[in-house]
């Protein structure tokens, strides 16, 4: 099976932006255009763009669907994994009724396992979990933050209709240090497809992801800076 390299697609009040332990700050960019930015990565060759609304992760009242609906209705049309701080079974369905191909639940949905279950049943099998990790422990950023035991978690979880992870390590998001190889390994023997994040910035990064057990990476900055090469990582991943 062909390893996913995803592109991330961060947006901040409709244009392109970048996380920052102080929050979300807007990046110039492709002109600051998420739609150019995505059409960029698929002309690349990417099947799919993660697109990420910080301002909801950050404490917005109501969802941003608009960038969604922007880029899924776009010309070239890649499938869009919606992500930033979703929650609740509402804002699952506002994404996808937006263009969503697929959904990944937010951290902060874990400190209530009945309203987590909630929102992937309305997602229908198009929703995965997004699990963010510091210090060996589940540790949402944005304007809910907690504080899990990661393999505990998990263990609730593998036991829903989940179909997959998305593991992010939230120390090495915007930096260039290559994944968290032993969190993806720990994660990953859960049984479930886990997809990687957080300093993922060149082939070899995308190698020790695949060989810690991921299935597919989510990639940001070093794809949107131009430092790595999504064409060359593209052609590596359906080797």
Known sequence: MAFAVIPAIDVTHGVLGRYTPDGPLPVGGSD?????AAARCVAAGARWIHVVDMDLAFGAAAPDTDPVRAIAGSPEAPAV???GGIRTAAQVGAFLTAGAARI????GALVDAGAARDALEAAGGRAIVGIEVDGGRIRSRGADPIDLDLM???????????PGFLVTAVARVGGMAGPDTEVIRRVARSGIPVLAAGGIASLEHLRAARTAGAVGAVVGRAALEGRLDLGEAFAWAAA
């Open 32 to 36: 600051g255009d998420p739609v150019a």
């Open 81 to 83: 994994q919606a992500s």
């Open 104 to 107: 990944v639940l937010g951290s």
């Open 152 to 162: 505990t978690t998990v263990g609730w979880l593998s036991a829903l209709p989940v």
